[in-house]
């Protein structure tokens, strides 16, 4: 049985940004093979001294991450979240990336939030139980 896909809608970026968001792409592709374990490390390493993003940063990554990524526009969560805050990254501010999985049926998703609130998801994000999280690091 297939799934249908339907790709998010892709904004205008300016250059420099896309640059930015594909390198953030391509980083994220090989850090998604680790395993979880080590994927979490490294996230936690990247994350340390950054400081908080806000709804707004997160969202112009995702936005641009999107952009640039047929991948991450669809049904890449994994490479789209960790794409994500890497890009915030590469400007200093971090947002909490969240793995989680519901069970029926089951599914599971990664994606980035601020202050609980989950961006790019939508208001009808189903009730995912959260399996791991990195948040900053101080």
Excluded: N, Y
């Excluded at 850090?31 to 400081?51: D, K, Q, T």
């Excluded at 089951?106 to 959260?130: C, D, N």
């Amino acid at each position: 049985m297939t799934m249908p896909v339907v790709l998010e809608r892709a904004d205008r970026v300016p250059p420099r940004r896309r640059a930015a968001a594909r390198v953030a792409v391509v980083l994220a592709a090989l850090v998604i093979r680790l395993r979880p374990r080590f994927l979490r490390r490294f996230l936690r390493a990247v994350s340390r001294g950054a400081r908080p993003a806000t709804i707004t940063q997160a969202q112009a990554a995702r936005d641009a991450v999107v952009s640039v990524s047929v991948r991450c526009a669809g049904q890449g969560c994994l490479q789209r979240s960790v794409a994500t805050v890497l890009l915030c990254r590469l400007s200093g501010t971090w947002p909490d990336w969240c793995t989680g999985v519901m069970t029926q049926p089951f599914r599971a998703h990664a994606w980035v939030e601020v202050a609980g609130v989950s961006i790019g998801e939508g208001t009808g994000m189903p009730p995912f139980h959260k399996v791991m999280t990195v948040s900053v690091e101080g």
